[in-house]
């Protein structure tokens, strides 16, 4: 549930990395995009984590999509689609302490709170334009 609740409301938009060495990628129909040295591309991570091509109802939370049982986050992973915290060597260092934290803090909710949905409630969840997360490429 975790897992699927970071894909639908991830803590970051986007990541920015700047190429330190020129990069060719090989796109679909024998085409190719470069980026020279310095370059800094720009990874919509939203963009992605809620695109149908890779994630069928992306706007449905479906807790079962990462389950054990359906593969978990490595079928998306793999396919360089799942990445709430980052990918590779730059991954944010914080990614398992909040994982634990999270996990923490809902065992004590439900230890401690008897937890009800507030009919008042919004049933949608729509993320302020302005309230985006940017950091600066270097």
């Given at each position: 549930m975790l897992l699927e609740t970071l894909r639908v409301h991830g803590p970051a938009t986007h990541l920015t990395r700047m190429c330190s060495e020129p990069v060719e990628i090989d796109?679909?129909?024998?085409?190719?995009?470069?980026f020279e040295k310095?370059?800094?591309?720009?990874i919509p991570i939203r963009s992605i984590l809620l695109d149908p091509e890779y994630y069928p109802n992306p706007y449905q939370f479906d807790p079962e999509r990462c389950s054990p049982e359906n593969?978990?986050?490595?079928?998306?992973?793999?396919?360089?689609?799942?990445?709430?915290?980052?990918?590779?060597?730059?991954?944010?260092p914080g990614n398992r302490f909040a994982f634990a934290q999270s996990k923490i803090a809902i065992a004590e909710l439900i230890r401690n709170f008897e937890v009800s949905i507030n009919p008042k409630?919004?049933?949608?969840?729509?993320?302020?334009?302005?309230?985006i997360i940017y950091t600066l490429p270097g």
């Amino acid at each position: 549930m975790l897992l699927e609740t970071l894909r639908v409301h991830g803590p970051a938009t986007h990541l920015t990395r700047m190429c330190s060495e020129p990069v060719e990628i090989d796109l679909p129909k024998d085409k190719k995009l470069k980026f020279e040295k310095g370059s800094v591309i720009y990874i919509p991570i939203r963009s992605i984590l809620l695109d149908p091509e890779y994630y069928p109802n992306p706007y449905q939370f479906d807790p079962e999509r990462c389950s054990p049982e359906n593969g978990g986050t490595k079928v998306y992973a793999d396919r360089g689609v799942f990445f709430p915290f980052g990918l590779g060597p730059r991954i944010c260092p914080g990614n398992r302490f909040a994982f634990a934290q999270s996990k923490i803090a809902i065992a004590e909710l439900i230890r401690n709170f008897e937890v009800s949905i507030n009919p008042k409630s919004p049933k949608t969840f729509e993320i302020h334009p302005q309230a985006i997360i940017y950091t600066l490429p270097g």
